[in-house]
């Protein structure tokens, strides 16, 4: 079992930059690959990143270029730095946990946080 608590969100300008924390619980954090996932209001639920247990990341081609996601396993937390905000940015972004490869799909993710809201403004 994993819990998930995200922080970091919060309201910026169009250009700026955010940091985005996951911090998770349970002593198997290592072995789980970590994604962010985020969802604005009347669209479905998109990928962001994927961090596998090594560390090998993956990106969705929106945020490619913009978005760094790491993951720190002595401190049980993932995070992502959002840089070059666009409005188009702005949703609920949530962080997830899998036992296995990571993946880009977040049916395949097990364990998911309550996320924090993301704001762009124009």
């Known amino acids: 079992q994993v819990q998930l608590v995200e922080f970091g969100g919060g309201l910026v300008q169009t250009g700026g930059s955010l940091r985005l924390s996951c911090a998770a619980s349970?002593?198997?954090?290592?072995?789980?690959?970590m994604g962010w996932f985020r969802q604005a209001p009347g669209k479905e639920r998109e990928f962001v990143a994927a961090i596998s247990w090594s560390g090998i990341t993956y990106y969705a081609d929106l945020t490619k270029g913009r978005c760094t996601i790491s993951r720190d396993n002595a401190k049980n937390t993932v995070y992502l730095q959002m840089n070059r905000l666009k409005p188009e940015d702005t949703a609920v972004y949530y962080c997830?946990?899998?036992?296995?490869?990571?993946?880009?799909?977040?049916?395949?993710?097990?364990?998911w946080g309550q996320g924090t809201q993301v704001t762009v403004s124009s």
């Open positions: 997830a946990a899998r036992y296995g490869p990571a993946r880009s799909r977040s049916s395949e993710y097990d364990y």
């Open positions: 349970g002593r198997t954090f290592g072995t789980y690959a």
